[in-house]
């Protein structure tokens, strides 16, 4: 029973470590298998790809005006201390959905600015250790959603749109939304 | 909508800035913003480009619209136009995927290919159409099977399981697209 528990766990560590090579070798397994596919399907692959990487250039001139723009109305709102002081408003408000006042910067920052995100979840997880429950929940909420005001920015501006609709509304509910969630997962699976 | 959430970002910066003493610092983040910007797009001009060049070998061999008839039966129902367009499913696929393996790099090529497909089916209106406000969504709440870059910042702080956070964040991420999902159907036509 020993030896066979033994092979099993053996077994389970080799079959997660091919799987986690694959994973960290996702990139040219991608490459590979397209440019395979490509040349069996009698594509002219150098060729075909030297035109699309054409365009991709004139996707990043294209997008670069718009980026600029957000980029320096988000980083004067961050640098000024505006937003600090908007988060010290608004932290009794969210205490009341039952939001821990520590985790408030990281939800205002997260749509707006993706390194900055990441700055102050290092921050949470340096001063509060990455398993404890503040490490957790701020875990979790970074594992999801994107910078909602980049990808908007980005993917409108690439085609020109300037009526956004309800898209940035949507994103930033259901951004709020899945936080609440968050809360609500780590204080079942830590408390 | 856009032009009024980027002034009052940016204007309530410079104010509150330039009446707590910080002019000099803003100086300096406008100015500092404005390289960063550059750096930031150099760096995904490289990664466009290749993502672009493989996409369009992909495109040429058959391979998306493969992958996008695949996916259609479920995809045809969220996507009400694109869907119809094997072109811009393919992308909307390859996009879906990439942001599902954490490849973000990856995924915004594609992304924005899905998009000029979405803008051509929309006949190039400088108003987003349902579909891409529904994408854009979907990508903003981004499905992930491994964030990658948090799972390795809380290895880097010694937790004592970096993956255990992958479940939750999952069950948010897909309870936040569902919820995109629907509150698109609802908002799209007061908009």
Redesign the interface.
Known sequence: MQVFTKVLLKEGYVVGNIFNYL?KG??PI??GA??L??I??K?K?YE??????????N??VR??PY????????????????MN?VINLIKPAVNVVGIPPEIVPLIFIKPLSGSGA?GV??DI??NY???SFL??LS????????T?FY??T???G??????????????L???F??VL??VN??VM?MR | MINVIWFGILFIGIAFGLLTGDGELLSKTIVSTTTDTVKLIIELLGMMCLWCGVMKIAERSGLTDKLARLLKPILRRIFKEAGKDDKALGAIVMNLTANMFGLSNAATPFGIRAMEEMDRINGHKDVASNDMVLFLVLNAACIQFVPTTVVSIRAAFNSGNPGSIILPALCTTTFASILGIILCKFLRRYF
């Open positions: 994973l996702i990139i991608i490459i397209v440019v596919y490509g069996i399907a594509v692959v075909c790809f030297v035109e699309g990487a054409k365009e991709g250039i996707v990043c997008i670069f980026l600029l723009a957000m980029l320096i109305a988000v980083n004067c709102f961050r640098a000024s201390g505006a002081y990441i979840f290092t997880v340096k250790g990455p398993d490490g957790f875990s979790i909420i970074m594992g999801g959603t994107e909602i990808t908007i980005v993917y409108f690439a085609i020109g749109i300037k009526k956004v609709r309800h898209s940035l509304w949507v994103a509910i259901v951004d939304c899945a969630l968050a997962l780590a699976l």
